[in-house]
């Protein structure tokens, strides 16, 4: 089934110690480009959390937050330094005396001198927060992939009932086609019936005229390519993967073929048709951007 490039998707994992929140949310985009914000200790994890998720999505700009709370107010630790402590004083003690000052230092001014006292972010077990994540991580891809895919299932619908309106209209081309030339052969031969009047007309020369003109519109070709591709695409909206290129491609084969059925014609009709050709091709290509 296709999936869209548009989607969503959340989960959080609460335990006593902690809360980890995922979102997920996607645009269209040529490849998969992977934005992912989290707090500095999932860093390490950064690697572990891109290939998760490229086992879930191959296309589309996707924008991941991961938040972490820690009830435990473990994460940081308080930092004595005493020898640089005691070395802030010995020389407030000797400034003290070489310039006969009070020397009136107590332990909380001393503490607010630079890396008296530090704040350490305790160590991480990377094994144990890789545990934390991994759930809710996967569970936010699931839930991503189901809108993703629930978008799709619209996307192929609104596709299909392009293609066969794209069918159609190829139909026509070649019904009236056929009744150009005929048009063309008539008038051609009221028009030398004018000219000569009662004069006998060659008819070989009138057939080589036709069939002159019967080549140079002929879109035959045109259409048998049109048709195909229309086929191919309905067949590879039932594929898996790789929908989106493979019929970006093909769509802009039909437009190729569209301008040539226009550029051959020398019926309004048929230049109308082939303009309506060209406009909904355009709307196809403008909703497989969205294809995965």
């Known amino acids: ?13 609460v335990t006593e110690q902690c809360r980890i929140t995922v979102e997920m949310k996607s645009v269209n985009h040529r490849y998969l480009d992977l934005n992912i914000k989290m707090p500095r200790r999932f860093n390490m994890l950064e690697g572990q959390v891109r290939n998760l998720m490229k086992q879930y999505m191959q296309r589309g700009k996707v ?65 144990q927060l890789w545990k934390l994540l991994e759930e809710p991580l996967n569970e936010a891809c699931i839930r991503f992939v189901e809108t993703r895919t629930r978008e799709g299932q619209h996307l192929k619908e609104d596709l299909l009932d392009k293609l066969a309106g794209l069918d159609e209209k190829v139909n026509r081309v070649e019904e009236r086609s056929p009744k150009v030339v005929q048009e063309y052969r008539e008038k051609l031969e009221q028009k030398v019936h004018e000219l000569l009047e009662d004069s006998q007309i060659d008819d070989n020369r009138i057939v080589a005229e036709v069939v002159l003109f019967s080549d140079k519109i002929c879109n035959d070709e045109e ?18 993967e790789g929908v989106g290129r493979k019929m970006d491609f093909m769509a802009q084969e039909m437009n190729r073929e569209a301008n040539t059925i226009l550029s051959k014609s020398s019926d309004l009709e048929v230049s109308d048709i082939a303009i309506d050709l060209k406009t909904e091709i355009e709307k196809i290509r403008e909703q497989i951007q969205n294809i995965e």
């Open 1 to 13: 089934m296709i999936k869209s490039m548009t989607g969503f998707g959340h989960a959080e994992k």
């Open 63 to 127: 924008d991941v937050f991961i938040t972490y709370e820690d009830y435990t107010s473990n994460d940081y630790t308080l930092k004595y330094n005493k020898e640089l402590a005691a070395e802030y004083l010995s020389y407030l003690n000797q400034m003290a005396e070489e310039f006969h000052l009070e020397n009136d230092v107590r332990a909380t001014t001393l503490s607010r001198y630079p890396e008296v006292l530090t704040m350490e972010e305790q160590s991480v077990d990377e094994e």
């Open 223 to 240: 259409t048998v390519r049109l048709h195909s591709h229309i086929h191919g695409m309905q067949k590879i909206l039932e594929e898996k």
